[in-house]
Antibody, heavy 125, light 107 residues
Framework: QVQLVQSGGGVVQPGRSLTLSCSAS????????MHWVRQAPGKGLEWVAL????????YYADSVNGRFTVSRDNSKNTLSLQMNSLSADDTAVYFC??????????????????WGQGTLVTVSS | EVVMMQSPATLSVSAGERVTLSCRAS??????LAWYQQKPGQAPRLLIY???TRATGVPARFSGSGSGTEFTLTISSLQSEDFAVYYC?????????FGQGTRLEIK
C-alpha cells in the first residue's frame, strides 16, 4: 500500500534553514509528481510546491518562492523540501502528498490522493 | 488567484442526518475540484475529485456535485466517524487553492 513517511521538522530560529524529507513506498515513485502542502496551527490548508516526476519542473506558491526548494531522488524514493530564510509565518504542519496521475515528465493533475503524516515546523526565537 | 469560499464555517448536526456542504469559487473552475476530510491530528483524506467522482474506498454516502463556481458535498446519513473538517480545493488554475473548511460538529 502507498506510504509516505515524513521526517525532519522541529523548532528553528527566524532566518535559519530547515530541510524536510518524505520517504515513499508502495508505488512507483518516479511515475508521480509530488507536492508539499502546509497547515498553520488551527488554520486551513495551503499548497506550497509541486515537483514533476523527473524533478525537472518545479512550481511554488508565491509565499515561498525564492526561499523554498523542492527536490526528489527517484533512486531513493525520497522527496525533500529545503526551507531557507524562515519566518514565523512559515510555522505550520507540513505534509507531503502524492499526485494521482501515473505518467512521466511534466505531468500532474494537481490534487492529492495520498498524504504523509505531517511534520511540525515551528519558527521561533 | 481563485478564492474558494466554504459555507457554513461550522455545522452542528446529528448522526443519521443528511448534510450538504457548500463551496463557491471566485471564478469558474469547471469541474476541476476535490473534497477532503480531515480529522484532528491527521492528514487530510481525499474524498471526491473531478467534482463528483468518489475516491477509492470512500463510502457511497458521500457525493459531490456542481460545476463552474458552485459545488456541494453531500453526506446522505451522517455516521459518527464523519464528524471532521471538510475542505474543497480547486486544481484548475495556479496557484492551487483550498477553501477555509467546514467543521461538522455533533449536535
Amino acid at each position: 500500500q502507498v506510504q509516505l513517511v515524513q521526517s525532519g521538522g522541529g523548532v528553528v530560529q527566524p532566518g535559519r534553514s530547515l530541510t524536510l524529507s518524505c520517504s515513499a513506498s508502495g508505488f512507483t515513485f518516479s511515475n508521480y509528481a509530488m507536492h508539499w502542502v502546509r497547515q498553520a496551527p488551527g488554520k486551513g490548508l495551503e499548497w506550497v510546491a509541486l515537483i514533476s516526476t523527473d524533478g525537472n519542473n518545479k512550481y511554488y506558491a508565491d509565499s515561498v518562492n525564492g526561499r523554498f526548494t523542492v527536490s526528489r531522488d527517484n533512486s531513493k524514493n525520497t522527496l525533500s523540501l529545503q526551507m531557507n530564510s524562515l519566518s514565523a509565518d512559515d510555522t505550520a504542519v507540513y505534509f507531503c502528498a502524492k499526485d494521482p496521475l501515473d505518467c512521466v515528465g511534466d505531468c500532474y493533475t494537481a490534487y492529492f490522493d495520498y498524504w504523509g503524516q505531517g511534520t511540525l515546523v515551528t519558527v521561533s526565537s | 488567484e481563485v478564492v474558494m469560499m466554504q459555507s457554513p464555517a461550522t455545522l452542528s448536526v446529528s448522526a443519521g442526518e443528511r448534510v450538504t456542504l457548500s463551496c463557491r469559487a471566485s471564478q469558474s473552475v469547471s469541474t476541476i475540484l476535490a473534497w477532503y476530510q480531515q480529522k484532528p491530528g491527521q492528514a487530510p483524506r481525499l474524498l471526491i475529485y473531478g467534482a463528483s467522482t468518489r475516491a477509492t474506498g470512500v463510502p457511497a454516502r458521500f457525493s459531490g456535485s456542481g460545476s463552474g463556481t458552485e459545488f456541494t458535498l453531500t453526506i446522505s446519513s451522517l455516521q459518527s466517524e464523519d464528524f471532521a473538517v471538510y475542505y474543497c480545493q480547486q486544481y484548475n488554475k495556479w496557484p492551487l487553492t483550498f477553501g477555509q473548511g467546514t467543521r461538522l460538529e455533533i449536535k
